[in-house]
């Protein structure tokens, strides 16, 4: 993981149980070590904000993949305002749903300010 430095995304230590990433300008590069981070099974984080980043489609997936590990146990995500990781929600909403649907322990996801329509908020329901 050359060139990461935990300390600036605050992803360690995995004992933490609320770990806030939000407006860290967090990309899709970000995003695979914060899955990483969060689908070891020494992470002990249940709540994840993720708020405000610059992630897209690609990051939000490698996360979703993560998500429906039996290690990981996210209850609370936020996404908020991260317009462009929902840019293709239409066509990609069915993996969206298939990820989250094996999420079994998110309780809560957040999605505000992600310019979701109409369609896409009916593929998410």
Not at 80 to 87: G, I, T, V
Not at 91 to 109: C, N, P, Y
């Amino acid at each position: 993981f050359a060139g990461f430095d935990p300390r600036k995304y605050a992803v360690m230590p995995l004992t933490d149980r609320r770990v806030s990433l939000a407006s860290r300008g967090l990309g899709n590069h970000e995003m695979e070590h914060v899955a990483w981070a969060i689908g070891s099974p020494f992470s002990s984080v249940r709540a994840l904000d993720l708020r405000d980043n610059r992630f897209d489609h690609s990051g939000l997936n490698v996360l979703l993949l993560v998500l429906r590990e039996r290690t990981t146990r996210i209850d609370h995500l936020d996404l908020s305002q991260n317009a462009s990781a929902f840019q293709f929600i239409e066509s990609q909403g069915k993996f969206l749903v298939w990820a989250l649907s094996e999420a079994v322990s998110l309780a809560t996801l957040k999605v505000s300010r992600c310019r979701i329509d109409d369609a896409g908020a009916r593929t998410l329901a």
